[in-house]
């Protein structure tokens, strides 16, 4: 009699753990912590050369996946677009890969005309990914 009250005593117990509820005033609109944001919200092109140190935030198209960054015709001597360095903006908990940080990249196109890099922004809670791709170019203007 003891071991059916005490399996009936764990069986309640289990029963009664559930997820934790967290108010809504930390997630608006939302009774957790779970989101999916995968968007870069911004990205900066830094120039590499010694002389002149420049920078120039990039038009973002979130429907279409690309990153341009578009260099006024004034300033095509302060950036090689073979090598620039890159920073982006992406929401608290996801993640970009491949890194940007420390590296030097080429924003050009390659020989088909394809933008060389392919970046994924992942929603480390949902696994919720999406895919940029970015390139850089002188304006005619």
């Known amino acids: 009699m003891k071991k059916i009250i005490l399996i009936l005593l764990a069986a309640f117990a289990a029963a009664t753990c559930s997820k934790p509820q967290y108010p809504s005033f930390f997630v608006p609109g939302s009774e957790d912590f779970t989101h999916e ?5 911004s990205m900066i092109m830094y120039s590499t050369g010694k002389d002149i140190q420049s920078t120039l935030e990039a038009t973002i198209d979130h429907e ?4 341009a960054f578009i260099v006024p015709r004034a300033k095509r001597d302060q950036f090689d677009l ?3 360095k890159l920073s982006a903006t992406i929401f ?4 970009i890969t491949p890194s940007l940080g420390g590296k030097i990249w080429d924003v050009t196109s390659d020989e088909s005309g394809n933008p060389r890099i392919k970046l994924t922004v992942k929603a480390t ?6 895919e940029y791709t970015v390139k850089g ?5």
Do not use: L, Q, R, W
Request: without cysteine.
């Open 37 to 41: 944001n995968v968007e870069i919200s």
């Open 64 to 67: 279409a996946g690309t990153v």
């Open 82 to 84: 073979t090598k620039v």
């Open 92 to 95: 608290y908990d996801a993640e």
């Open 125 to 130: 809670m949902t696994g919720k990914t999406k």
């Open 137 to 141: 170019y002188v304006s005619s203007k």
